[in-house]
């Protein structure tokens, strides 16, 4: 069930932010990409990015199934990323994503020698830390180099079936190559930030291992880990020193808030199984700090708010039976819940006889 308008009012209760230390990433499905793949391909994200090492742990700034992005897409990789980049600006805005990922169908890149196009799992945009020669890190006055936060921060994501295995590798991936860190031959694009940030890959004939950075024809199996060896292949310093820009591309402008506006309509005053039923919704003045709202009643009326459910978006079905209930409503995030709002709603029950 949808509302009516996707349009909030934002009144941004504005406060000065410490540096931020959690990335806020935002999925969004392309017309031709599979929602539940780009689901479970968040979450391998999620599991295995080191947080304890980089200091910097990732958000989602949404929960439950990605949302949609609707733009005309053509299957070449670079040209939808582009289009999607370019035209990502407010949805980005409205949920403070420091990086952007999409998730589209079948891709292909032009192969640079033969000039056919070929299958892709995924692709980044990265020019900051990438190239020959330095300076490639290049840090403000915090110590942060936010120079990437207009154009490094998107990658686009193949959910189709013909990257099988890639599935649960590429995001992770393209998010590393986010972070600076680069394949195991550097070839014609040089390395990424700095002369170490390379996989690891070896293949002795009997024993074939490649790190999660290593290209994909490379031989041996892909494991889930950062390279870290120390001079040569250590991707994971490349991680350690820009984890903390990536986070602030965007600092959230406003904070936690307690729900607004809670209201609601009457779907049904008496179903067959003796049910009053409801839609109730609400208005949240900060969509960027909330990933997911929490339902409380009070029923019968007056008695104390009781936890009746989680829903991850601002709006809910509610069905009451027996007693009419006041709802409210609070937004949560992953460590903590506003107040309950102010504003409520009565889920008035109207199965009883009429006297
Ligand atoms: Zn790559």
């Known amino acids: 069930m949808k509302r009516l308008s996707l349009i909030l009012v934002a009144l941004f209760n504005c406060s000065v932010q410490a540096q931020d230390t959690e990335t806020t990433v935002l999925g969004l499905v392309l017309p031709e990409g599979d929602a539940q793949v780009a689901s479970n391909q968040l979450a391998s994200l999620i599991s295995y990015w080191p947080s304890s090492q980089t200091g910097v742990s990732i958000k989602m700034a949404t929960v439950g199934i990605p949302l949609q992005f609707v733009i005309p897409v053509t299957g070449d990789a670079q040209a939808d990323m582009d289009l999607a980049m370019a035209t990502v600006g407010p949805i980005r805005d409205q949920y403070g994503a420091d990086i952007v990922l999409f998730f589209g169908g079948f891709l292909t ?94 293949d002795t004939g009997f024993v074939a291992f490649k790190t999660i950075m290593a290209e994909g024809g490379l031989s041996g199996t892909q494991t889930f880990v950062f390279s870290t060896y120390t001079g040569f292949y250590n991707n994971m310093r490349a991680l350690v020193r820009t984890a903390q820009s990536v986070a602030n591309y965007r600092v959230p402008q406003c904070g936690l808030a307690a729900p ?17 039923t409801h839609i109730v919704f609400w208005d949240d003045s900060c969509p960027a700090a909330t990933a997911y709202y929490q339902i409380w009643a009070s029923q019968p009326l007056g008695a104390p708010y009781t936890f009746k459910g989680s829903v991850p978006i601002d709006i809910v079905g509610v069905s009451v039976v027996g007693a009419s209930a006041w709802v409210k409503v609070k937004a949560c995030d992953f460590d903590t819940c506003s107040p309950l709002s102010s504003s409520k709603y009565l889920a008035a029950y109207l199965c009883f006889p009429q006297s």
Do not use: M
Not at 152 to 162: K, L
């Open 260 to 276: 607004i506006n809670v209201q609601g309509v009457l779907t049904n005053a008496c179903t067959e199984f003796q049910h009053s």
């Open 109 to 202: 890149v032009e192969d640079p020698e033969t000039g056919e196009q070929i299958n892709v799992c995924g692709r980044a945009n990265q020019e900051n830390w990438l190239g020959f020669g330095a300076p490639k890190w290049d840090p403000n006055g915090a110590g942060l180099d936010l120079n990437g936060s207009e154009d490094g921060f998107v990658a686009i994501i193949s959910t189709d079936i013909a990257c099988g295995f890639s599935f649960t590798v590429t995001p992770i991936h393209e998010y590393g190559h986010l972070h600076g860190a680069g394949h195991f031959d550097p070839d014609a694009i040089g390395y990424y930030l700095n002369d170490d940030s390379r996989a690891y890959h070896v």
